[in-house]
């Protein structure tokens, strides 16, 4: 299993970018989806998740600004970022909880991180 995350780039404070992240491979079902970052110099945090019946949770710092979600038929989570802000600035990672067969339990799988730059 892979997950090809896309989406990131460079934008002035107020704006707002997408996030995408597309499972491929073995996969039976999936579990939860989520969204951390990594700030400079800091650890990776949470940002965001989303079950598979679509029940959302938010870190405090973006509620409101950030909606994430989740398309079952492509595999694929989505983070839509809105009035981001300097502080926003990290590497973003997708993770995803993967079932391989039926009746087995979920792996973690992460994407490869994709670059947000938010300047002042």
């Known amino acids: 299993v892979q997950l090809q995350a896309s989406g990131g780039g460079s934008v002035q404070s107020g704006g707002s970018l997408r996030l995408s992240c597309a499972a491929s491979g073995n996969i039976y079902t999936i579990y939860a989806m989520a969204w951390y970052r990594q700030r400079p110099g800091k650890e990776r945090e949470f940002v965001a998740g989303?079950?598979?019946?679509?029940?959302?949770n938010y870190a405090d710092s973006v509620k409101g600004r950030f909606t994430i979600s989740r398309d079952n038929a492509k595999n694929t989570v989505s983070l839509l970022m809105n009035s981001l802000k300097p502080e926003d600035t990290a590497v973003y990672y997708c993770?995803?909880?993967?079932?391989?067969?039926?009746?087995?339990?979920?792996?973690?799988?992460w994407g490869q991180g994709t670059q947000v730059t938010v300047s002042s």
């Open positions: 993770n995803q909880e993967i079932v391989h067969e039926y009746g087995q339990g979920y792996v973690d799988y």
């Open positions: 989303v079950s598979h019946g679509d029940f959302t």
